[in-house]
């Protein structure tokens, strides 16, 4: 089994920044990337970044290149989203996702945390 418990979330104003954390345990050994995803009341799933949980190579969606960083710790048990320059179009409830291939598709990840919410005030 794998689990992945999700922290970080809050409240915080435009133009401000959360840093979102993903601990992964279990039987990791075929997870192979490490991925965020949020979902919006209405809309679909959506992508935004992705990193190898062994080289480290990042992908992000273009809605946030520049403001959000993927990132991992030493040991690969720990991801973080650290996201910056927020806009009200970010709040989102956040999901941290693992899985074996290189995809932005979230169907094609086995793994999900429980998600964290996160709110940006205009």
């Known amino acids: 089994q794998v689990q992945l418990v999700e922290s970080g979330g809050g409240s915080v104003q435009a133009g401000g920044s959360l840093r979102l954390s993903c601990a992964v345990s279990g039987r990791t050994a075929s997870i192979f990337y490490m991925a965020w995803f949020r979902q919006a009341p209405g809309k679909e799933r959506e992508f935004v970044a992705r990193i190898n949980r062994s080289s480290g190579i990042l992908y992000y969606a273009n809605s946030v290149k520049g403001r959000f960083t993927i990132s991992r710790d030493n040991a690969e048990n720990t991801v973080w989203l650290q996201m910056n320059s927020l806009k009200p179009d970010d709040a989102a409830a956040y999901y941290c996702?693992?899985?074996?291939?290189?995809?932005?598709?979230?169907?094609?990840?086995?793994?999900w945390g429980q998600g964290t919410q996160v709110t940006v005030s205009s």
């Open positions: 996702a693992a899985g074996r291939l290189r995809t932005t598709r979230y169907d094609d990840y086995a793994y």
